[in-house]
């Protein structure tokens, strides 16, 4: 086998290998045999037996945290079950004790799903000041001269979905912590990639979909929410499992659950949940700091080849910056008719008016970067 093709994430959980060169992962993760199968059983259980089918499941909901929360190096009981990262910034918003001239500090550059519920806040009396990405990126230094002392929240995208720029989160963390304000942490374009340690980095809430990197379904995402946040957290969406004992049904008086478990409201979305816990627990049987090196060297061979071909690269790289996500144009030609003719070609990307967004993972080769470029 070629060095070309020796992959941290092996290729044979991958069946969309077989048919094009995916290098989407911004957009819409792949999901791996092993997720595949496991919720094709569950599917079967229900089928054939309803609640008997469905309740192991539902027994194995602690187990399912631990395991999430191994790669983001927390406790289980740190960890909540949500539908979306929308959901997840709400829990927190909604959460959270305002007052009046209270600030959110946040890039203009944010995906909505990290944006709306925060903007939402203004309605409370918060105001919102925005870090002006054509200009300058949330540095370390750019936050330590924007954030004041009534800035209750720094919020932000681990990794940016525009451009792929990655944000040092221990720094912000700190200095964030020295003016008194949180910092929460829009996680969905990095984990799965980088490895993280949510605790060293001292980051207050983590949080994000399932369906990009972390390689599940859409419909299901994570929220850890640090134990020194928890107790000081209001339930803002509260629902039936939110209770210390949900099975005592009548029992309307009752506290609430003892962990981040309470912020997860209602029914969960059990196949999602599986399909985030089998991938998780598939991840975590590879070197997370090989994936994020291979991810690395795929985007910087891309890079290369898209300066010696002339294109304009829309993404800013160097050390501690660079990820998995490179956005570029070329000059006199559409990005949306040049990203369809990729796609024609069998190599899938995100094209929009402003460029195209290339995202590869751990099992794709440097042979599918070297195919985009001689199919652009």
Partial sequence: MSQAHVTPLPRSEFPVTEKVAYLNHAATGVLPRVTRNACAAFLTAQSEGAVLG????????????????????????????????????????????????????????????????WLAMRNRGVNVRFIRTAHERMTPDVLRRTIT????????????????YRHDLAALAQIAHERGALLCVDAIQGMGVFPVDVRQAGVDAFYGGGQKWMLALQGIAYLYVAPSLQERLAVGVPGWRALEDMWDFLNYDQQWIADASRFEGGTPNLIGLLSL??????????????????????????????????????????DGISSGIITFNVPRADPVELGKRLQHAGVVTT?????????PHGYNTFDEIDTLLDAL
Avoid: M
Avoid at 351 to 359: D, E, K, L, M, P
């Fill in 351 to 359: 094209y929009r008016a402003n460029g195209i967004r290339v995202s």
């Fill in 54 to 117: 469905t309740w192991p499941y539902e027994l194995k909901l602690p187990q399912f945290r631990e395991r999430l929360a191994a790669l983001l190096g927390a406790s289980g009981k740190d960890v909540a079950f949500l539908r979306n990262t929308s959901e997840a910034a709400n829990v927190l918003a909604l959460g959270i004790d305002w007052k009046a001239g209270d600030e959110i500090v946040l890039p203009d550059d944010e995906f909505p799903a990290n944006a709306i519920p």
């Fill in 149 to 164: 002392k009534r800035t209750r929240v720094v919020t932000l995208s681990w990794v940016s979905f525009v451009d792929g």
């Fill in 277 to 318: 816990a089998s991938s998780a627990e598939f991840l975590l049987r590879y070197d997370r700091g090989a994936i994020a090196e291979h991810v690395l060297a795929l985007t910087d061979r891309l890079c290369d080849g898209l300066v010696r071909a002339g294109a304009r690269l829309l993404s800013l790289r160097g």
